[in-house]
């Protein structure tokens, strides 16, 4: 999106942007309930039911046991600097377009692969944002806990945040831990942003 298209949507439309920053701070949110509540307790399944996998898993869970609980003000910098990066994120493009997948040897998609993808993206918001931990988190949800030195995220774990400029299609969608359903968070459209 241009410069002058971001703006004009800021100003003829700043409902759908308060949408936006609630979805942000709901996203960081969650991640710091996780980390706060289970994190350290946490969910360490990766799906390996071997005795290998049971070991890992256990290895984990000891390893995590014996770190302190993470300090309040800690959880709270986590939650910022994830809240911060999430909304220039989508504030920087509140009304994205479609996306569309390429195919051929670069993508690693055959033609109808690409074509399925394109057609299930048609289906859903035009953006979202993917916040994942496989054994340690990755992206946005890497740089926000080592800036605020916090660990113990729930293994397997992903969240998509999803927006658009139609408020129906802004949804945040969960999967946490391995094998999981995905669940979608409830909508806090009708809290005031923080």
């Known amino acids: 999106m241009s410069l002058n298209t971001a703006s004009a949507f800021r100003q003829a439309s700043?409902?759908?942007?308060?949408l936006l920053q609630r979805l942000a701070r709901q996203a960081a949110a969650w991640w710091r309930t996780q980390l706060a509540s289970s994190g350290y307790a946490g969910k360490f399944s990766n799906g390996?039911?071997?005795r290998a996998g049971e070991t890992a898993q256990i290895m984990a869970s000891m390893v995590a046991l014996q770190q302190p609980e993470p300090a309040q003000d800690a959880l709270n910098h986590f939650e910022q600097l994830l809240f911060q990066a999430l909304w220039e994120r989508m504030?920087?493009?509140p009304?994205?377009?479609p996306r569309t997948y390429a195919h051929g040897a670069e993508s690693g998609l055959t033609q109808a692969e690409a074509a399925e993808a394109s057609r299930r993206a048609?289906?859903?918001p035009a953006c979202h944002l993917v916040l994942s931990v496989d054994y340690g988190p990755e992206g946005e949800?890497?740089?926000a806990a080592e800036s605020a030195r916090v660990s113990g995220f729930p293994w397997k774990t992903t969240m998509w945040v999803n927006w658009d400029a139609d408020p129906t299609k802004c949804y945040i969608d969960v999967r946490y831990g391995y094998g999981a359903e995905v669940q979608?968070?409830?909508t806090t459209a009708e809290q005031p942003a923080k």
Do not use: G, I
């Not at 700043?14 to 308060?18: F, N, S």
């Open 48 to 50: 390996d039911t071997s």
């Open 14 to 18: 700043p409902q759908p942007l308060m």
């Open 141 to 143: 949800l890497r740089k």
């Open 122 to 124: 048609a289906s859903h």
């Open 91 to 93: 504030e920087s493009d």
């Open 184 to 186: 979608r968070l409830p």
């Open 95 to 97: 009304s994205p377009t």
